[in-house]
């Protein structure tokens, strides 16, 4: 199955910035998007950005503007840079890679999470 390893988190002063990192590995061919999500204690899990298997991107309303999703095909690895912190981006953070069955390969169809990273910030 996909394998999901996510860095980069950490405490920052409101207005500051962060990127965080999701690296996949195994399976990686089997990928057709992969996302990031946010959860703060008490409250239930939100999207927050996709990227697909293109490029494509998507962006929840709250972090429109401020943050933005990439990847580097070439490494395995997604990106969320975030920008213009607010104390209310506190949360953990989740990637998630949703893979699709494809012609030829060995690819099923699932979804796959990382273990989270901690994002605080301060106000």
């Known amino acids: 199955q996909v394998q999901l390893v996510e860095s980069g988190g950490g405490s920052v002063q409101a207005g500051g910035s962060l990127t965080l990192s999701c690296a996949a590995s195994?399976?990686?061919?089997?990928?057709?998007?992969t996302s990031w999500y946010r959860q703060a204690p008490g409250k239930e899990r939100e999207f927050v950005s996709l990227i697909d298997k293109d490029g494509i991107t998507s962006y929840a309303d709250s972090v429109k503007g401020r943050f933005a999703i990439s990847q580097d095909n070439a490494k395995n690895t997604v990106y969320l840079q975030m920008s213009s912190l607010k104390p209310e981006d506190t949360a953990m953070y989740y990637c998630?890679?949703?893979?699709?069955?494809?012609?030829?390969?060995?690819?099923?169809?699932?979804?796959?999470w990382g273990q989270g990273t901690q994002v605080t910030v301060s106000s």
């Open positions: 998630k890679a949703a893979t699709k069955r494809r012609w030829g390969w060995y690819c099923r169809e699932d979804n796959y």
């Open positions: 195994k399976f990686t061919n089997c990928v057709y998007d």
